[in-house]
């Protein structure tokens, strides 16, 4: 018998009173109990944690029926992830547990178990100050699975794959490190490929004649499956995918992915999602990924923590490049209280757990710590990514950096515990002299692979003067300003992203953020930080749009105007954009003219208003190819189309909305599997009697679901709401809202509803199979 994976996701009982509270309440994981917290505007870092008063101690237990333990035999609880310093007991002895709530972690529980019943008990203990910078959640957040395996077993995290391909071959070559001695055999396949090997030295090379080759535009995958065998017979089987990719960084030239060169279109991501707090599972991550690889994004950095291993499977299968790090600051904020004694277990759970996915093409150490460039914080990046390369030393290793740099302190800095017990004095004062501030960043680009910056595009060249045998990646920018040579913002009209286009020697961006986030608010009544390409409930923002234009190939054309008659959303200022939105309704106006932009990766553009032509630059005579202009308001159609060689291959219509009278979702049948979707998003809007979105509307809307689903809760994007999340009803936001309901595994017909008064309903009719 190979090993055996069993999801304990359901059958839990949840206290935020002591374990011996007879008043337990059954939840389905995954769970975040901060989620549906009341909202506090008085809490400790409400803003950075989103209102949302998630302090406090919870408890979880469940009952695990075990018919038979079998001798030989190893069993092991594996969690996700726990936020935070959690505590395990199995049959009131403690199995173990785990500080840091990001990392990954499993407990041999073999000791503990009885054949009948057993109890588990999960202490989670979020009361520790400070917390993060975001909304963190609260909770067993990820999944739990029972692990059954011979003791005689293969351990994923002493598993090592690399590759590499043969020039002018066309070969690929996997080798893997298998972290036992004894026999293990191996079957790599594909729908064409099947190669086998074999070997008891820990070692097994394969050779892949004619490889097909991963990367973010074909992501092809083999399988890998490997068997333990121990005195002829096979005691345990493991199997992972694998993909074949070679990546160069070659300084002043660029990222080449199988010798194409390749930017990094990037996005920075949180991991909550909206009303699902943390609790996400891997359905709604899977459809946010594909809206971000619409808009032509290829990259996703994992900011500022380790994420759930399906987001990588996700990544791996979508291609996806995935910059990871495992920890936001080093001795200071909400990772100060562990780096002293778990920097080196966290560190080593995200490589040994996720070295072996292709979609990570860089490793991060942390982000904007404290004394950036001062020797104090280089011995500790220095001790940092050599640890790493003890682990993996294929990938380029790095640490994001903010643009604030300080005068060295006069105090001596020569230990984690120095660091920890100092505090600045008044000498220690912003450094504002470019040169100084570069030599600083030559410092520390003495230690990493490439050079990461946060929203410092208008000092590139200096810095690539300084250190010009590195690469240079935004790890972090803003969507639409940048910078001025003498000061961090600026507002005027310079997208960051062209700074990557003109230099060969910048990789890539990745904007802050790609989806709004819950915490790390401005201030009430915004829960989290709007400044995004996308709603929390996965609906575009004008901006997007513009990034489409840069990262994708295919033709598309766009059009929004700008209406500051729209609600503050809370955005930091220069993280903000210009208030563009997309409909043609302006009751108030008659025939006053409004700004608008087109964003297109077309050649030419033209653009009329019901029938009448107005002259349009070509988008290469804007300095950030976006076409700006003023239309004179007039209820009806604008329509703009865009031309590639003369022809038309690309059209939208923005058309003035009537009177709501009707919802409608996106389509009204589809077909879902019971053993793939657990978690789906699904989006009504308000329309007019010709079908045309209402943006303007804001009514409430009900939901309403039959058969084997439940609502689980609802989201309309605005981060500014008073509205609760896990409710069955919520009001418009520009005119639509999401609701997310959870598939309880049986097969049958689901019926979703939403109403509205004074509208028809709208029907989806979901066929699970």
């Not at 200022?573 to 087109?598: C, G, L, S």
């Not at 500014?720 to 919520?730: I, K, P, T």
Request: charged content about 25%.
């Amino acid at each position: 018998m190979s090993r055996l994976e069993t999801k304990l996701m359901n059958g839990w009982e949840f206290t935020l009173q002591q374990p011996e509270d007879p008043n337990f309440e059954p939840v389905t994981l995954p769970h975040d109990w901060a989620i549906t917290a009341p909202v506090s505007k008085n809490m400790k870092q409400a803003m950075a944690q989103g209102f949302r008063d998630r302090w406090g101690i919870g408890w979880y237990r469940s009952h695990l029926e075990m018919k038979q333990i079998r001798e030989g035999y190893v069993y092991k609880l594996q969690f996700g992830g726990i936020y935070e310093n959690s505590t395990i007991w199995v049959n009131g002895k403690e199995a173990g547990g785990q500080k840091y709530g990001y990392t990954s972690f499993e407990l041999d529980i073999t000791d503990f178990l009885q054949e009948g019943d057993n109890l588990i008990l999960v202490k989670v203990d979020n009361t520790a100050v400070p917390a993060d910078r975001w909304y963190s959640g609260a909770g067993i957040y990820r999944e739990v699975k029972l692990l059954e395996l011979n003791q005689n077993h293969l351990e994923p995290a002493n598993i090592q794959v690399t590759t590499e391909i043969i020039e002018g071959t066309g070969a690929g070559i996997v080798t893997v490190k298998t972290g036992v001695t004894s026999l293990v055999r191996a079957v790599l396949s594909d729908r064409e490929a099947y190669v086998t090997g074999e070997s008891d030295m820990g070692m097994i090379r394969l050779e892949i004649p004619r490889a097909r080759l991963w990367s973010p535009d074909e992501p092809d995958l083999y399988r890998l499956e490997l068997s333990l065998v121990v005195k002829g017979q096979v005691t345990d089987q493991y199997s992972l995918n694998v993909g074949i990719r070679d990546i160069r960084m070659i300084p002043d030239k660029g990222m080449y992915i199988n010798g194409k060169l390749t930017k990094v279109k990037g996005l920075c991501v949180h991991q909550d999602a909206g009303c699902l707090g943390t609790a996400v599972t891997t359905e709604i991550w899977k459809d946010r990924l594909i809206a971000f690889k619409k808009i032509g994004c290829n990259a996703i950095r994992t900011a500022h923590h380790i994420f759930a291993e399906e987001i990588l499977d996700l990544c791996d299968e979508l291609g996806l490049l995935v910059y990871e790090e495992p920890f936001d600051k080093w001795t200071g904020g909400a990772y100060g209280r562990y780096f002293g004694t778990e920097w080196r277990r966290d560190l080593e759970g995200m490589v040994k757990r996720d070295r072996n996915h292709p979609c990570i093409f860089m490793w991060g150490v942390g982000n904007e710590v404290e004394h950036q460039g001062q020797a104090s914080m280089l011995n500790i990046l220095k001790m940092l990514k050599e640890h790493l390369l003890t682990l993996d030393d294929t990938r380029p290793v790095s640490y994001a950096m903010n643009p604030h740099f300080k005068y060295e302190s006069n105090v001596d800095l020569s230990t984690i515990e120095d660091i920890q017990q100092f505090v600045y004095e008044a000498d220690d004062t912003e450094i504002y002299d470019v040169a100084e501030r570069v030599e600083r960043i030559r410092r520390i680009g003495e230690i990493v692979d490439v050079i990461c910056c946060n929203y410092q595009e208008q000092w590139y060249p200096e810095i690539h003067k300084a250190v010009p045998d590195k690469l240079i990646l935004g790890t972090e920018t803003y969507q639409f300003f940048r910078g001025h040579s003498f000061q961090m913002q600026n507002f005027s009209e310079e997208v960051p992203w062209m700074d990557v286009e003109k230099q060969d020697y910048v990789i890539g961006g990745m904007l802050w953020t790609g989806i709004d986030y819950l915490g790390e608010s401005m201030g009430y009544p915004a829960k989290g930080w709007a400044g995004s390409l996308f709603w929390t409930n996965h609906e575009r923002k004008p901006l997007s749009y513009l990034y489409e234009s840069y990262w994708s190939e295919k033709p598309m054309v766009y059009l929004s105007v700008m209406d500051y008659s729209l609600q503050d959303e809370g955005v930091k200022e220069h993280w903000d954009t210009p208030r563009y939105a997309a409909h043609w309704n302006f009751p108030q106006f008659n025939k006053t003219v409004i700004p608008y932009m087109i964003a297109t990766n077309c050649e030419e553009v033209t653009l009329d208003l019901n029938g009448k032509t107005f002259n349009v630059n070509k988008p290469s005579a804007y300095p950030n190819r976006m076409i700006t202009g003023y239309l004179p308001y007039q209820p009806g159609t604008i329509t703009v189309k865009g031309y590639i060689g003369g022809e038309e291959v690309s059209q939208y219509l923005l058309q003035t909305a009537g009177p709501a009278v009707r919802l409608g979702f996106e389509q009204e049948e589809m077909k879902l599997r019971a053993d793939s979707v657990v978690q789906k998003l699904f989006t009504v809007r308000a329309k007019d009697a010709e079908g045309v979105p209402v943006f303007r509307d804001s009514s409430k809307v009900s939901f309403e679901v039959e058969g084997p689903a439940e609502i689980i809760a609802v989201d309309n994007g605005d981060l500014s709401s008073s509205e609760a999340y896990d409710r069955s009803w919520m009001h418009m936001y520009h005119g639509r809202v999401s609701t997310v309901i959870r598939l309880t595994g049986d097969k049958g017909r689901v019926v979703l509803s939403a109403y509205a008064e004074g509208m028809y309903p709208a029907k989806l009719v979901i066929t699970v199979v």
